[in-house]
């Protein structure tokens, strides 16, 4: 369970300071999803990169699993079982994608336990294995990449970033089927996605609606979604991927 | 053939040799030759001035490798051997070769490797050249090769020059000249840590019609290490030549990259690319949130660059 009490996260932007989330108290009970939207620029991708460590908050208290995380840094979180997807995947020279899931899964897996986890996110792995993570892969290979090593990581809750930024229509499909598929899952595994696709909020357990730094809205798909659809916190693929 | 622990070590680093290579090898260790095997197609004489050796392949070789590593593990050694390596028409052989210097002693070991190739027309020919430093003497490991490769029409020329460790000071110098759909790709990979200094010069003419160049330079400065990556393409023909230098530095680390384009043909396609920086912020934190450590990241980072 993740138990977010009283967090507030400024930056000072040489003009004073800006708030950026605003005093947010939030649980995300156990192998829930639960997806965060909200219009551009309401703190959405700040929260999960807060969840994650790699902003330190300016208030509040992070608590996982019982244990207190605010001070805790990315490494430790991460080795806590937290994992995070970035909205835009980062790029490495020299790195393969099989380096990438053996450093993900802390293990020296076996390159058909790799090629599995690129099945997985419907990569053929023969073709992907040894590539590098670099710009010769289009944007939406990247963050299905992104996925197989949250998936080979095996956390207890994974974090993902506007998933569906930056990729093509079909890539998208797919991305909704890995989501599927991981809600399905018999792992108990809590999935935070953050996003205004339809598509994604569709298959929520709970939403919860992030504007201005503050949450407006929180409850299950069945109360939240209706009052929300076809606004811009839940639009549909035409107007999102361009 | 007589070699002790450390020289072993230092063969094993330089050569991948666990035990005496298949194939022709000539084995170097400090100043003499200890070891030395030819093969029909493969012939290795000392310089009748005992300065080096000629190693001469008959035409049509194919699959054959020739071992001529050098190790050093007396301080204050200074040497420098001219290596000649005449390789016929048709032929297709590994050539390996490196250096590696242990100097526990205070005065300064040197090497320098002169190396010249003559390729025959369509031979191929793949050069790995390793260079390690060891030992916590106060006396410096010093390299200072030179690479001249003179290749006739349709050969190749792969060559891949790493030195990750423990040399001191480096000045390599690489001139090539290429004949009619001659092909050289280089691939460089260089880590320099501490005090240490590598210069690497690179001069390639495209002589010929058809004629290509990839020169490509990976490198890493640590600590208050310096690098000098200068490498010039020259077009004389309608040739294609490329030349890219793309570093990290991190912590004191200064490099500075000169890459040069000469075109005298109106069909010449050259390129040059540069890119130093230091490793981004983002590729740490990617990595530390797969678990790693911030050092741990770094230094998985590092590996794969240079891989």
């Not at chain 1, 989330?21 to 807060?50: C, E, Q």
């Not at chain 1, 990247?142 to 506007?162: C, H, Q």
């Not at chain 1, 709970?206 to 730094?213: F, Y």
Request: charged fraction near 25%.
């Amino acid at each position: 369970m993740l138990e977010l009490n009283n967090i507030s996260f400024n930056i000072d932007d040489g003009d004073g300071k800006t708030e950026i989330i605003r005093d947010i108290s939030l649980i995300i009970p156990d192998n829930k999803f639960v997806v965060i939207t909200g219009p551009n620029g309401g703190g959405k991708s700040t929260l999960a990169r807060l969840i994650a460590g790699i902003h330190p908050l300016t208030s509040g208290q992070i608590i996982f699993d019982g244990t207190d995380i605010t001070n805790k840094s990315i490494t430790d979180r991460a080795r806590m079982g937290i994992g995070f997807a970035f909205q835009q995947p980062v790029r490495f020279k020299g790195l393969t994608v099989l380096d990438l899931l053996r450093i993900a899964s802390g293990s020296k897996i076996s390159v058909s336990e790799a090629c599995d986890y690129l099945s997985e996110v419907g990569l053929c792995a023969k073709e992907y294995i040894d590539r590098e993570v670099n710009s010769s892969l289009s944007g939406g290979e990247l963050k299905r990449i992104e996925i197989a090593t949250i998936l080979a990581r095996d956390v207890k809750l994974a974090v993902f970033d506007e998933p569906e930024a930056g990729i093509d229509l079909w890539s998208f499909n797919n991305l909704i089927r890995i989501f599927e598929k991981m809600r399905q899952s018999d792992k108990s595994r809590t999935i935070l996605v953050i996003s205004h696709q339809e598509r994604i909020l569709n298959i929520a357990d709970e939403i919860i609606v992030l504007a201005d730094g503050k949450i407006l809205k929180q409850g299950s798909k069945d109360e939240i979604l209706p009052d929300i659809i076809g606004t811009q916190y839940a639009s549909g693929v035409c107007s999102r991927i361009e | 053939m007589n070699i002790d622990t450390i020289q072993q070590r230092l063969l094993e680093e330089v050569a991948d040799l666990h035990d005496i290579p298949e194939g022709a090898y000539n084995l170097r260790a400090n100043g003499k030759s200890i070891g030395r095997n030819t093969t029909a197609n493969i012939d290795i004489q000392s310089k009748p001035e005992g300065s080096g050796i000629d190693i001469r392949v008959k035409d049509g070789t194919k699959n054959e490798s020739v071992h001529i590593p050098v190790v050093l593990s007396e301080s204050g050694l200074k040497e420098t051997v001219y290596n000649d390596f005449f390789i016929g028409e048709d032929c297709d052989v590994l050539i390996v070769a490196g250096c590696g210097i242990d100097n526990c002693g205070n005065q300064d070991s040197q090497h320098n490797g002169i190396h010249r190739f003559y390729v025959g027309k369509n031979s191929r020919i793949r050069y790995v050249e390793k260079h390690y430093g060891s030992g916590d003497g106060s006396g410096k490991r010093i390299l200072d090769p030179v690479t001249e490769v003179y290749q006739e029409e349709g050969s190749t020329v792969e060559m891949e020059m790493v030195q990750i460790k423990g040399v001191d000071s480096t000045e390599r110098t690489t001139l090539a000249e290429l004949k009619e759909g001659a092909k050289l790709v280089v691939r460089e990979r260089l880590m320099t840590h501490g005090e240490q200094h590598a210069l690497s010069v690179y001069k390639v003419s495209l002589n010929g019609d058809g004629s290509s160049a990839d020169v490509v330079s990976r490198s890493v400065a640590r600590d208050t290490s310096y690098q000098k990556f200068d490498a010039c393409i020259v077009g004389n023909a309608a040739c294609s030549g490329h030349t890219e230098c793309d570093s990290i530095i991190m912590d004191s680390g200064r490099i500075l990259a000169v890459p040069s384009l000469e075109a005298n043909n109106i069909d010449a396609a050259l390129v040059h690319e540069a890119a130093i920086g230091k490793i981004a912020g983002d590729q740490l934190i990617k990595l530390m949130t797969l678990g790693l450590t911030e050092a741990e990241a770094e230094e998985q980072i590092i590996n794969g660059f240079l891989k």
